[in-house]
C-alpha cells in the first residue's frame, strides 16, 4: 500500500482506461489484500486481475450498456426521492441522522429494483429482509 498510485480524475482520461482501452488496464489493483477476510473485496472488478478480471468483466459488462443503464435511471431517481422522504421523515424527529444507513438502505433499493425487480421498502419501513446484521 505504499507504492505511488496514479489516480485520473479527467473523464474522458477514465473512460479510456475503463471503456475504451481497458485490456490495457487489466491488472490495475488498488490494495493488494491476501487475508482471508479480504476474500470478498478481491472479488471485485477493480481488485480481480488477469484472466479472472476478463471472466468477471465479460459477465457484467452486458448488464451495463448505455441502453440498460438509460432503463435504470427512473428505477435510481425514485428511489433518490424515496430516499429524500426516509431524511426528512427522520429529521422530523431527530436533530442528526446516521447517513450510512440511509445510503445503506438506499442502495439495497437501488439494487433490489434493478437487478431483481423488486421493491424491499426499505426506505419506507427502514429495514428489509435482506438486511441483516452480523
Known amino acids: 500500500m505504499l507504492k505511488p498510485k496514479l489516480m485520473i480524475a479527467d473523464p474522458e482520461l477514465v473512460k479510456a482506461v475503463l ?21 470478498i473485496i478481491n472479488e471485485m472488478l477493480t481488485q480481480a486481475t488477469g484472466t479472472h478480471w476478463k471472466g468477471i468483466r465479460s459477465v457484467l459488462s452486458p448488464s451495463f450498456t448505455s441502453g440498460r443503464m438509460k432503463g435504470m435511471y427512473p428505477l435510481v431517481e425514485q428511489k433518490a426521492d424515496a430516499l429524500l422522504d426516509y431524511i426528512h421523515k427522520k429529521l422530523k424527529t431527530k436533530t442528526s441522522i446516521k447517513l450510512k444507513k440511509c445510503f445503506g438502505l438506499y442502495t439495497l433499493e437501488v439494487i433490489s429494483s434493478c437487478a431483481f425487480g423488486m421493491d424491499t421498502n426499505s426506505l419506507r419501513d427502514g429495514h428489509s429482509t435482506f438486511n441483516t446484521q452480523h
Open 19 to 39: 471503456i475504451k482501452d481497458f485490456d490495457h488496464f487489466v491488472d490495475r489493483r488498488i490494495f493488494n489484500l491476501t487475508s482471508d477476510r479480504d476474500e
